[in-house]
């Protein structure tokens, strides 16, 4: 019995070594789209779990649950990572209103964003200053908003194909717009969610204080672009006009979270590292099914459809599930962290953090020479609608692991959706599409095992991580 099971893995193997890379990719496709696991963890990680912001129990539930499911697929290893993330609470549901009169008020809908502090126990209300820039707002200077909520309300630029550039377009002023109106006296902020459509739902998101004093800091909400519209509208009528907003978050100090890590060791080149990720925390409004629940359980899949497709790696191949992306970005910074310690060699590293929509292709972060051998492989992925190889960004997460001889990747699915749900609460599982999502976690699994077939370009010339 034991030289049958010998014989029938040398089959297996020789049977995949023998596949052009044509019929590897269609196995791997075939695979996902009728034998995939990634919406039923999914489901799981979404429906059973729900949000999962750093230092929550959510978070701690998550952990618990990916290394068990990684577990169950006989990977060579499998580990956390201990990592220190911070601990910040919603607390309450917010509450806010427009006031034109004493007494006569518009309640609207709003989120604090995360990191933010309280407002009064007992509210805050204000007179409001719009701004469309942090620009035009320091030019007003401290006379003109000391005291008032400054109100941030440039939108996305909906001419923008690249909906992450209409975002990366007006994101600041959600980061760090309440630090620059805490110096100059404002008593609050209220920021235009970042989405395209109209709609009632606030998106929150991390901002920052930078090292500003505690006694600057001050409150800040993101409000729905339906509400937006609104308050603009009702300050171009009459802007005497008061916001009143009322939150209780509050930031507690730093707990130990993990990166969950599953690895199947390379038969040829296993000091050869090659990571495929997302990020395991969400923001709390949702259950983070979008962002990035989809990208969890799309990296995780792509170890188990290797296995299930018969592919031997020839390099190390890891599943890194990042812990705090969202308000630290602690988990690829300690990856790299301890990477570097190791003098462990990160050929490659792939992050899906773009939602679970239909995939387009990648960007890369890499040499020409290693972009010219990506080229040579667009006729693989033609079948398939991929389409988009172009030079790029990666991750957030796998940034940290860049060096001069590596490739870095993102997966870049159909952005044109994606941030009616980024940071809200109606990023949920009913909004993902298990087609989509199958698709996904079988490009990103095709690229692995070409990259991991033919290596980096030229790889004679990679380098460990120095710095």
Same mark, same amino acid.
């Given at each position: 019995m034991k030289y049958l099971f010998v014989i029938s893995l040398f089959l297996s193997l020789f049977s995949v070594s023998?596949?052009?890379?044509?019929?590897?990719?269609r196995t791997?496709?075939?695979?996902?789209?009728?034998?995939?696991?990634?919406?039923e963890w999914l489901d799981y990680l979404s429906n059973e779990i729900g949000g999962r912001l750093s230092g929550s129990l959510n978070a701690e539930k998550a952990v618990a649950y990916t290394k068990e499911e990684l577990d169950k697929l006989g990977l060579?290893?499998?580990?956390?990572?201990?990592?220190?993330?911070?601990?910040?609470?919603?607390?309450?549901?917010e509450y806010a209103f427009i006031e034109s009169t004493p007494g006569n008020t518009t309640q609207v809908n709003i989120c604090?964003?995360?990191?933010?502090?309280?407002?009064?126990?007992?509210?805050?209300? %204000?007179?409001? =200053?719009?701004?469309?820039?942090? #620009?035009? $707002?320091?030019?007003?200077? &401290?006379?003109?908003?000391?005291?008032k909520i400054v109100f941030f309300n440039r939108p996305m630029n909906e001419k923008l194909i690249s909906t992450f550039m209409a975002?990366?377009?007006?994101?600041?002023?959600?980061?760090?717009?309440?630090?620059?109106?805490?110096?100059?006296?404002?008593?609050?902020?209220?920021?235009?969610?970042?989405n395209l459509r109209l709609d009632d739902y606030p998106h929150t998101g991390s901002m920052t204080y930078g090292d500003i004093p505690p006694s600057q800091r001050i409150? %800040?909400?993101? =409000?729905?672009?339906?509400?937006? #519209?609104? $308050?603009?509208?009702?300050? &171009?009528?009459?802007?005497?006009?008061?916001?009143?907003?009322?939150?209780?978050?509050?930031?507690f100090k730093d707990v130990q979270?993990?990166?969950?890590?599953?690895?199947?060791?390379?038969?040829?080149?296993?000091?050869?590292?090659?990571?495929?990720?997302?990020?395991?925390?969400?923001?709390?409004?949702?259950?983070?099914?979008?962002?990035?629940?989809?990208?969890?359980?799309?990296?995780?899949?792509?170890?188990?459809l290797l296995k299930e497709s018969g592919i031997k790696p020839k390099r190390t191949i890891r599943v890194v599930l990042f812990m705090n992306e969202e308000n630290g970005l602690r988990g690829g910074n300690k990856y790299a962290e301890v990477a570097k310690q190791k003098n462990e060699n990160h050929v490659f590293a792939l992050e899906s953090d773009a939602g679970g929509f239909t995939p387009r292709g990648f960007s890369f972060d890499c040499s020409d020479a290693n972009f010219e051998q990506v080229l040579s492989w667009k006729p693989l992925f033609k079948p398939y609608l991929i389409h988009y190889f172009e030079k790029g960004g990666s991750g957030a997460d796998v940034g940290p692991l860049k060096q001069s001889n590596n490739v870095l990747a993102g997966l870049r699915p159909d952005s044109q959706r994606y941030f009616d749900?980024?940071?809200?609460?109606?990023?949920t599982f009913e909004h993902v599409n298990k087609r989509e999502l199958e698709l996904g976690a079988a490009t990103m699994t095709s690229l692995i095992y070409l990259f991991d077939k033919y290596g980096i370009n030229p790889i004679s010339k990679q380098k460990t991580i120095k710095d």
């Open positions: 023998a596949q052009s890379d044509e019929e590897v990719i791997i496709y075939d695979q996902s789209l009728s034998n995939g696991k990634s919406y060579d290893k499998v580990w956390l990572q201990p990592v220190m993330v911070p601990k910040w609470t919603r607390g309450v549901p604090a964003l995360g990191g933010s502090i309280a407002t009064p126990d007992s509210g805050l209300k %204000a007179h409001v =200053i719009e701004v469309q820039t942090i #620009e035009e $707002l320091k030019e007003l200077g &401290k006379e003109a908003v000391e005291g975002y990366g377009g007006c994101v600041d002023q959600r980061y760090a717009g309440a630090m620059e109106a805490g110096k100059l006296g404002a008593s609050g902020v209220i920021v235009r969610s970042m409150p %800040a909400a993101a =409000i729905s672009t339906n509400d937006a #519209e609104l $308050l603009s509208s009702m300050l &171009k009528i009459d802007n005497s006009i008061k916001f009143f907003f009322k939150q209780n978050c509050r930031q979270s993990y990166n969950v890590i599953g690895q199947i060791t390379g038969s040829e080149f296993p000091e050869e590292i090659m990571v495929v990720g997302g990020h395991l925390d969400s923001w709390d409004l949702g259950d983070g099914s979008h962002d990035d629940g989809a990208g969890v359980v799309q990296s995780m899949d792509v170890l188990r749900y980024h940071h809200a609460a109606n990023d």
